[in-house]
């Protein structure tokens, strides 16, 4: 069964990344493997460069569960950026055993 | 090379008045002293405990677990729409009156009344008792003598604040000069709320030490910039483009050349396709100001990104210049540990990529206060070693000697005036 919107039929194999709280999200990425990361990156990152002007088009009021998907699923991305743009590894360096938890976030 | 003109008495240190010696940290690893600082300091000077948009109508109410201060508090907006605070206790037998599953967590709701889940008494928006379960099995009860205990609450800006002390002076006048040039800000306009929260294994004051100067940016946070841009910036260092004391208050006025940035190669991938980072979207969303309120840039200096305004002793307003804010608080759990509370505003996205932009700036910040709060309980676990006790602060970290002095000052003053014939041994720490 299809989580996505049709045109990001593409991104179905990422639909585990579609989680609606930042703290899952981040979670999800600390159980992960760099390999794991870079490939959702390396597909999802060149999907989400072309597809701005589309999520330009989708009004947060309202939104399809599908477009919710998809949010959620760039907002992965977005923390999964971290580990594959900079850290080279899925935790922030220096970070130890530090823990910094949303305890409100907006829906969506 | 100062880059930045600093005032004419040469430092801005002394400008303050402060003197310019290495500072002791005693303040921070005492727990004779931390004991001090609650009854001097968090009892007595107005604390923000949330924001009037948490109260968006008759009976709306939220509760504030302040340990500091040895009380839970309950807020409630009350039947005229004026926020109220009081002792989170019922009358009867002291059990605490608002919580849901947990009495140690804080709460929300709306309410035509509160009842008390123990014996059923119950009491209005305002306060007063107006049920008691089986009232003729007790002996004379006055109910109007039973109501609850208020705890002052005033408003400043938006901001619902609480103070222990019935003497205290008004909010409006605790928030000083500092507070008037920015109060017209449009605080009210950022309803879009990501609130995060860390315990920290650090001192209070040393968390608003690492907020108030960006000395450690270049260093600390060097990876999070592109690596040729990383160089330059540690190359360069930091300097504020002005630093401001209002009483026990302070801010620091930085540059923030990052929203957007003047060349698309200084920053990440996914800040190009964002457009998006750690100084906020770069596209600048409509506020309806046409200009700053006076508080706002006080240099006037057109590469001003970010203002960072310490309202003394734990409220920490950040304005950032592409139209959004972000607050801190740092509530003491003892003197080598406290819970952080970072909550960033932004005006309501309106379509999935604006808010995927406001995501990005987001987590930045949550990947950078990480950083900072592991560094912390580092230096923490180190000052308490003892094996060094004075630090060499420099120029650019004038806030901290300020934060410093104040606190010490009101401990001092708590302690000459409570205990004139045999003083607490605090000596270490003053």
């Known amino acids: ?108 | 090379m100062a880059k930045f003109a600093k005032p004419a008495d040469g430092s801005w240190t002394e400008h303050f008045g402060l003197d310019t010696a290495p500072v002791s940290y005693a303040d921070s690893i005492d727990p004779a002293h931390y004991e001090v600082e609650r009854e001097a300091i968090f009892k007595k000077t107005w604390l923000n405990v949330g924001r009037m948009e948490q109260l968006p109508r008759t009976g709306a109410y939220f509760t504030r677990e302040l340990d500091v201060a040895g009380t839970s508090v309950v807020v409630v907006r009350d039947s005229a729409g004026t926020p109220r605070a009081f002792h989170n206790v019922c009358r009867h037998r002291g059990n605490k009156l608002v919580w849901q599953d947990y009495p140690r967590e804080e709460t929300s709701g709306v309410c035509r009344q509160f009842t008390c889940k123990y014996h059923g008494w119950r009491y209005d928006l305002e306060g007063a008792l107006t049920f008691v379960q089986q009232q003729k099995e007790f002996f004379d009860l006055d109910m109007s003598e039973f109501g609850l205990v208020p705890v002052r609450c005033e408003v400043w800006a938006g901001f619902v604040f609480v103070n222990l002390d019935d003497d205290a002076q008004p909010l409006v006048d605790y928030m000083g000069q500092m507070g008037a040039d920015i109060a017209d800000y449009p605080f009210e306009k950022f309803t879009q709320v990501h609130k995060y929260r860390a315990e920290v294994g650090s001192n209070w004051k040393l968390f608003i030490d690492a907020f108030m100067e960006f000395y450690h940016a270049p260093v600390l946070h060097a990876k999070q910039a592109v690596d040729e841009e990383s160089r330059k910036l540690q190359e360069v260092g930091f300097e504020a483009l002005w630093y401001d004391v209002d009483g026990d208050h302070g801010m620091v006025s930085s540059w923030g050349g990052m929203a957007p940035p003047k060349d698309e190669n200084m920053v990440k991938p996914i800040e190009r396709v964002l457009r998006s980072g750690l100084f906020g979207v770069w596209d600048a969303p409509d506020i309806g100001i046409e200009e700053l309120p006076p508080g706002l840039n006080p240099a006037g200096h057109k590469a001003w990104g970010i203002d960072s305004f310490l309202f003394f002793p734990n409220f920490m307003i950040l304005v950032w210049k592409p139209n959004w804010y972000l607050t801190y608080h740092y509530w003491p759990t003892g003197e080598g540990s406290h819970i952080f509370e970072g909550t960033l505003y932004f005006v309501p996205p309106t379509n999935a990529y604006e808010r995927l932009q406001q995501e990005l700036a987001v987590v930045t910040f949550k990947e950078y206060a990480l950083q900072d709060g592991n560094t912390l309980e580092a230096t923490q676990s180190m000052i308490t070693s003892g094996a060094v006790d004075t630090f060499p602060l420099c120029d650019q970290e004038v806030m901290l000697r300020h934060l410093h002095t104040v606190a010490r000052r009101y401990v001092d003053d708590h302690v000459k005036a409570t205990a004139p014939e045999s003083p607490v041994s605090i000596s270490a720490a003053s």
């Open chain 1, 1 to 108: 069964m299809s989580v996505l919107p049709a045109a990001f039929a593409d991104l179905e194999e990422f639909a585990d990344w579609a989680l609606p709280s930042e703290g899952d999200r981040y979670a999800k990425r600390l159980a992960s493997t760099m390999d794991e990361l870079q490939h959702f990156y390396d597909v999802a990152f060149p999907r989400l460069t072309e597809s701005t002007d589309y999520l330009k088009s989708v009004p947060l009021e309202g939104i399809s569960d599908e477009d919710r998907n998809l949010l959620w699923l760039f907002s992965s991305l977005v923390t999964v950026s971290f580990p594959v743009e900079v850290w080279r590894q899925p935790r922030v360096p220096e970070s130890g055993a530090a823990s910094v938890d949303v305890v409100v976030e907006p829906v969506p």
